[in-house]
């Protein structure tokens, strides 16, 4: 069983970073295609960012393409979100994803295992 554990979530001002990290259960990230999504109360979880099993290939929801990034440390298993430039459209439940496939996807159905949550939220 594939578990994933997101941390680094909290209050920051407008303007600032944060960096959520999402560490698999096992060798997951070096072997599958994370992603991380969002979502807010009342709307459907929402694609952020994804990369690749090998890391090669990144992909970004328009909304976060040059204020986030999203990478892998495949010797700690980990994933990353960079976030920075936060806005307060940023907030919301934090997900990290994994898929059984070494191809990255956009869409929340693709994915088949998923980190319990962590929540960002930016003041304005």
């Known amino acids: 069983q594939v578990q994933l554990v997101e941390s680094g979530g909290g209050l920051v001002q407008a303007g600032g970073s944060l960096r959520l990290s999402c560490a698999g259960s096992?060798?997951?990230?070096?072997?599958?295609?994370m992603g991380w999504f969002r979502q807010v109360p009342g709307k459907e979880r929402e694609f952020v960012a994804a990369i690749s099993w090998s890391g090669a290939s990144t992909y970004y929801a328009d909304s976060v393409r040059g204020r986030f990034t999203i990478s892998s440390d495949t010797a700690k298993n980990t994933v990353y979100l960079q976030m920075n430039s936060l806005i307060s459209q940023d907030t919301a439940v934090y997900y990290c994803?994994?898929?059984?496939?070494?191809?990255?996807?956009?869409?929340?159905?693709?994915?088949?295992?998923w980190g319990q949550g962590t929540q960002v939220t930016v003041s304005s």
């Open positions: 994803a994994g898929r059984s496939s070494r191809v990255a996807a956009t869409t929340a159905t693709a994915y088949d295992y």
């Open positions: 096992r060798r997951t990230v070096s072997s599958y295609a």
